[in-house]
């Protein structure tokens, strides 16, 4: 059974960084893409990054694309993403999920999903 935890969520103020960090288990992590997506109150998810098996190539949304970097550690089972210059428009719950494709941008390919950290930026 596929399980992702994802953890470093937390309150910061506009201008700071975050780090999350989603563990992955019951998955052949090194043949699966990773992606981070967010659900702010209130709107629909939305794509935030997403890294290849490989880790390259990588997709970024424009909304983050220059501060925000997606990694992973295939040894670990681990994905990242480093959160920087966060805006209070970042505010949102952030997740985790599994694609069996080498790489996409596309929710409806992820078959897993975690159970989210929250991110707040106030201004």
């Known amino acids: 059974q596929v399980q992702l935890v994802e953890s470093g969520g937390g309150l910061v103020q506009a201008g700071d960084s975050l780090r999350l960090s989603c563990a992955a288990s019951g998955v052949t992590f090194s043949r699966n893409a990773m992606g981070w997506f967010r659900q702010a109150p209130g709107k629909e998810r939305e794509f935030v990054a997403a890294i290849s098996w490989t880790g390259s190539p990588t997709y970024y949304a424009d909304s983050v694309k220059g501060r925000f970097t997606v990694s992973r550690d295939n040894a670990k089972n681990m994905v990242y993403l480093q959160m920087n210059s966060l805006k209070p428009e970042d505010t949102a719950t952030y997740y985790c999920?599994?694609?069996?494709?080498?790489?996409?941008?596309?929710?409806?390919?992820?078959?897993?999903w975690g159970q989210g950290t929250r991110v707040t930026v106030s201004s």
């Open positions: 999920a599994t694609s069996v494709y080498y790489i996409s941008s596309d929710p409806r390919r992820f078959a897993s």
